[in-house]
């Protein structure tokens, strides 16, 4: 058996990786089984930069607020900002304290400096601007496509004021108070400004594809792509508050599907535009459906990996990352029947896993689930091995400089 372990592992490199598949896919995605860990960033990180010098890649994309991360791909591809600017403004969750983020958006800057436009390297986040304690405002969105929009359009068209939209949105702690969270009636998601601007977030982006032609031409196809970014933000936002509103059971498990949505629209977008990296949770990832529990409530939603497979097909690949211990959380030496547990034996601290062959040398073998002493850690699961492309398995994490409670405990 252990002989037949080791003929699936390979060095991490990304050449290993995209051996493990039938063709260079158009959005690679790499997850991870917890986060704010730098020695996952760091890996990451490598095979990002092997995949921009080797294969051509020439974005990556990580889970992080998709509004802010404009601030991010502004620095790296025209030098916008000092670095310590961007780390503060640029990322959500409290992503911009990790020394690896810090260190790749250096690198993507220094890689860009003197390289004509079609070359530079992307950043993109493709979250939603959502924490866990609630949703921003949909006020940044929904000025900036109309402001988009009143630059370049008769205004005419338009179906609203600047004004309007201001009038309606009211101040921004009505839309993003904490307790919205847990208790619908303080949210706004379903008052009648609310169910305005909705449509009225719908008769702008429908006035933004009516007039692509124009748009493109009188601007770039660069400025139309972040003009729909801002409609997707605005219309997954005001979507989002209008379901923090709902009493029914179904609220929380609708929340978790809308915000993998808005992930996954994000994610076709940047598709679209070539070749990608893609790094989250493992979880947002994966084609099965996810899961968590929630107030002692179990959920389940299809996670934008699913979605977007559904989209892409072939050319969606999905790598898992699994780990051995995180000990400095508690999570220590895997029990030998896990599938953690089998890797661990192996002398390599890092491989790249050709997981469905793995699966096959299992045979009969059942692994047993994992168990996490951790609720921030999320082990692998045995029964959808063969459902990944491949897997990276990381022996032991240390604990990193940059690292702090609220990003360890922070809900995938």
């Known amino acids: 058996m252990a002989t037949d372990i080791k003929d699936t592992i390979h060095a991490v490199e990304a050449a290993a990786v995209l051996r493990l598949l039938p063709a260079r896919p158009r959005m690679l995605a790499l997850g991870e089984p917890t986060h704010g860990e730098d020695a996952l960033l760091d890996l990451r990180n490598e095979l990002f930069r092997q995949l921009v010098e080797q294969e051509g890649y020439r974005t990556i994309a990580i889970e992080s607020d998709c ?8 620095h790296v591809t025209s030098g916008a900002g000092t670095l310590d600017e961007v780390m503060e403004q640029g990322f959500s969750h409290g992503w911009g304290t990790s020394a690896a983020n810090r260190e790749l958006v250096r690198w993507m800057r220094a890689y860009n400096e003197g390289r004509p436009a079609a070359e530079r390297v992307r950043f993109a986040g493709f979250d939603g601007p959502l924490e866990i304690t609630g949703a921003a405002s949909p006020r940044q969105a929904l000025t900036a496509l109309h402001g988009h929009l009143s630059a370049r359009v008769d205004a005419d068209l338009l179906p609203c004021t600047a004004q309007t939209l201001d009038r309606l949105l009211g101040p921004d702690d009505r839309w993003t108070d904490p307790a919205a969270m847990m208790d619908p009636a303080r949210s706004v998601g379903q008052s009648p400004e609310a169910a305005r601007l909705r449509l009225l977030a719908d008769d702008l982006v429908a006035l933004l594809d009516t007039q692509t032609p124009h748009l493109i031409t009188a601007t770039s196809r660069e400025d139309l792509d972040r003009a729909r970014l801002y409609g997707r933000t605005a219309m997954g936002l005001l979507r989002y508050h209008h379901w923090m509103a709902d009493t029914s059971p179904a ?4 929340l978790a599907g809308l915000r993998d949505l808005m992930m996954a629209h994000n994610l076709l977008a940047l598709a679209a535009r ?3 990296l893609v790094h989250a949770h493992n979880s947002h990832l994966q084609r ?3 899961t968590m529990r929630m107030g002692g409530m179990p959920l389940e939603w299809w996670g934008a990996g699913a ?9 969606y690949a999905f790598v898992a990352t699994a780990v051995g211990t995180i000990r400095h959380q508690g999570v220590d030496t895997p029990p030998p029947d896990t599938v953690e547990g089998l890797l661990y034996t192996l002398p390599e601290d890092r491989c790249v896993v050709d997981a469905r062959l793995l699966a096959t040398a299992l045979g009969d073998t059942r692994p047993a689930p994992r168990v996490s002493p951790w609720f921030g850690y999320a082990p692998l699961d045995p029964a959808h091995l063969a459902d990944s492309d491949g897997l990276v398995f990381v022996k032991d994490v240390p604990r990193s400089p940059s690292s702090h409670g609220g990003l360890q405990g922070r809900n995938s």
Do not use: F, H, W
Not at 67 to 74: Q, R, W
Not at 307 to 315: P, Y
């Open 67 to 74: 509004m802010t991360g404009l601030v991010v791909d502004d």
């Open 251 to 254: 609220r929380m498990t609708r």
């Open 274 to 276: 070539g070749p990608a």
């Open 288 to 290: 099965e459906k996810s």
């Open 307 to 315: 979605l977007v497979s559904a989209r892409l097909g072939a050319e």
